[in-house]
């Protein structure tokens, strides 16, 4: 019975599938802890006072539009803060205010023109500077923010708040030395602070330094006590990347029960429970993934791998259908379509998609495996042997394709040239060397070449104890050579090995005939 593991065991021809399970990117799973990112969220939109000297008809717009951010109903305190900037055109508030009211709608490069604006007419106010820097972040402007945070960190040394933003836009930026140097500082200045571990723990993921990840982790789970939701779910990801997958369970158990809900989280918990091979709790963690973001096209990925493992291949189409009509050029997404298609057999769809994948990513070795073996059984051997040879081109160690190719030119009774592909399997000591000697043992026995087929048998066994056939060939060589007993104990280790009952009563029959 065939495991559930990512990548799947090779039988004859036909057998290697790739089921590779996307990871999300690094710095994108979760959310940045909030002081180690602009935000632009309603919470960060601050009315300030407003000064009594202000006619009463701008007094009123300025209440109106406190009202209406008060409500969360953003274009209407827009058109107030407007109206109000019309009758006081250097009011300063009113272009601040509006410009959190601009962020607040993700309208970036209104609000950046407004709080410039805020800035001249206030000759560099320390929060609208700062203000001005998040918005740079917000929009990548990262050289930007950090010339901001670095004029106000000149301005008061002491605001370690700004050394963490400023951090946070050197690892945007890709200066992880500057970022490492910036939090390292937070962290001596407050060893307290929950956030500033987590941030340099991102920096440490970037890095591949996940030990040092898992400690600070660790730390700011110590530090945040019941609001470690984050900092539990960024550890659980570490744990399952280095393969700890009880530990990784765990965490984000405890992440969801200090009320983390977010679809990677989820897709992550997915991920471990495939590794596993629990493969209905993959599905279901898939699916609440799902529920809260259903515009990720990995997840769905994800889940038509788990239908592919449970054989519901019109299910896994579906979602890699909706994989691609997200995000059209990603290569990985047809191959997997096409292996479902293949599994489904729907050949001429799955050679298809293997042509769209090529397409997009000619390097990708799987795709020209997959292809090869889809050529292979729809008898198209010439295209089949063309496609595993381009494999064996892109990648010498690709031992399938060694042992594809040469089962093809078997067929095709090309020995001379399937023995030189199942040689190079056996001489660089590949994974499947047992089933190269099972096959060169296979030729040898054409050829009537009955000891090194009994020796190469003999080889094929001690490696592949479990591969049946070559139990069943090697009792027939051992019947060639009248060693009767050898023959029996063979064809009694392949009856318990072997699931296919008209090939169990094949060597029934011979058993019973040795045994008579």
Avoid: C
């Avoid at 500077?129 to 402007?141: G, H, I, P, S």
């Amino acid at each position: 019975m065939q495991t559930f593991k990512i990548k799947a065991i090779p039988t004859i021809v036909t057998a290697v599938i790739s089921l590779v399970i996307i990871a999300s990117v690094l710095l994108s799973l979760l959310p940045p802890p909030k002081e180690a990112q602009a935000s632009d969220t309603s919470a960060d939109v601050v009315v300030t006072s407003t000064a009594t000297s202000l006619p009463l008809d701008v007094l009123m717009l300025l209440s109106q539009a406190e009202q209406a951010i008060g409500e969360k109903n953003y274009s209407k305190a827009i058109e107030a803060y407007s109206k109000v900037i019309e009758l006081v055109p250097d009011h300063t508030p009113a272009y601040s205010q509006r410009s959190k009211a601009y962020m607040a709608l993700r309208l970036y490069k209104l609000a950046i023109e407004d709080i410039n604006t805020a800035i001249e007419l206030s000759n560099e106010n320390d929060q609208l500077l700062e203000q001005r820097a998040d918005l740079y972040v917000l929009t990548n402007d990262h050289a930007k923010a950090i010339e901001d945070y670095t004029e106000l960190i000149d301005q008061n040394p002491g605001g370690i708040e700004i050394y963490s933003k400023r951090a946070i836009a050197y690892m945007q930026s890709g200066d992880n030395n500057r970022a490492l140097a910036d939090l390292d500082h937070v962290i001596l200045n407050a060893p307290n602070e929950a956030n500033a571990y987590i941030n340099r723990a991102l920096l440490f993921e970037r890095l591949n330094k996940l030990e040092e990840a898992l400690t600070d982790y660790t730390r700011a789970i110590e530090l945040a006590g019941s609001t470690a939701g984050n900092a539990y779910a960024r550890r659980g990801m570490i744990y399952s990347r280095l393969n700890k997958l009880t530990e990784a369970l765990d965490d984000f158990e405890h992440a969801i029960d200090q009320g983390t809900e977010d679809a990677t989280l989820y897709n992550e918990r997915g991920l471990v429970y495939s590794k596993l091979g629990q493969a209905e709790q993959a599905l279901a963690n898939f699916n609440k993934a799902l529920m809260l973001d259903s515009q990720n096209p990995n997840i769905y990925y994800n889940r038509g791998v788990i239908y592919i493992y449970l054989k519901n291949y019109p299910l896994a189409i579906a979602d890699y259908d909706q994989a691609i009509q997200l995000d059209p050029n990603n290569a990985l997404y047809y191959s997997n379509r096409g292996i479902a298609r293949y599994r489904n057999n729907q050949l001429d769809q799955a050679l298809a998609d293997y042509d769209l994948a090529i397409k997009l990513d000619p390097e990708y070795v799987l795709n020209y495996q997959s292809r090869a073996n889809a050529y292979a059984q729809n008898h198209q051997t010439d295209l089949a042997i063309q496609d595993y040879s381009m494999v064996i081109e892109l990648d010498s160690e690709y031992s399938e394709a060694y042992y594809n190719r040469g089962v093809l030119y078997y067929q095709l009774k090309k020995f001379d040239l399937a023995l030189t592909d199942f040689n190079t399997i056996i001489e660089k000591e590949m994974p499947n060397m047992g089933q190269a000697f099972y096959m060169r043992a296979i030729i040898e026995i054409v050829r009537q070449q009955y000891t090194p087929a009994l020796n190469d048998l003999t080889s094929a066994i001690e490696r592949d104890a479990q591969f049946a056939s070559s139990y069943y060939t090697r009792a027939l060589v051992y019947k060639w050579f009248g060693k009767r007993s050898e023959a029996v104990a063979d064809l009694k280790q392949y009856i318990q090995l072997e699931t296919d009952p008209n090939l169990l009563k094949q060597a029934e029959e011979l058993l019973d005939g040795l045994d008579g």
